[in-house]
């Protein structure tokens, strides 16, 4: 499964190239080094990366719709909250409050193209307070609203 940074990139070169004409060159050759290399970094972690990481992670996205309870998370996986924290951060190049937000845009963009679903009922659904916490999110991660980005994405 693609991590968020990978899918932050990718979105971010996507934008470049929807926009056509306006797309600098020079500013998607650039994303796809940094998308490159990122991907290489984080593969070359992960055989370091502790095995109860992999599960700490399957946790958070399994629970990444309800409140994700660091604490509880941490005693699954037998580590101090602190502990998770910080390997979670140096081995994955994120905070967990980051994942957590990439798996819900993620679910986001999904449900976007999929269904019709009201923006209100979908951000109350994938975790956040209300319809502007989501397009505020949103946008901060992918550079359009999520009607916009709806749209873009109909045939």
């Keep these: 499964m693609l991590e968020f940074g990978a899918v932050w990139l990718a979105l971010r070169i996507h934008r470049e190239l929807v926009a056509g004409a306006a797309a600098s060159a020079l500013t998607v050759e650039s994303l796809i080094y940094d998308l490159c290399t990122h991907l290489e970094t984080t593969s070359a972690d992960t055989p370091n990366a502790p095995a109860w990481l992999e599960r700490a992670e399957e946790l958070i ?3 990444a ?7 509880e998370v ?14 979670f951060r140096r081995l994955r190049h994120r905070t967990i409050g980051d994942c957590v937000l990439g798996l819900r845009i993620q679910l986001a963009c999904r449900a976007l193209v999929s269904t019709t ?5 979908l951000a ?10 989501l397009t505020r999110m949103f946008k901060r991660m992918t550079g359009v609203t999520p009607e ?5 994405q109909k045939p």
């Design 117 to 121: 679903e009201p923006l209100s009922e």
């Design 74 to 87: 941490a005693t699954d996986v037998s580590v101090d909250p602190a502990h998770l924290c910080r390997t």
């Design 65 to 71: 719709l309800d409140h994700v309870d660091l604490r």
């Design 61 to 63: 996205r399994d629970r």
């Design 124 to 133: 109350l659904r994938l975790g956040f307070t209300d319809q502007s916490h």
């Design 148 to 152: 916009t980005y709806r749209r873009r």
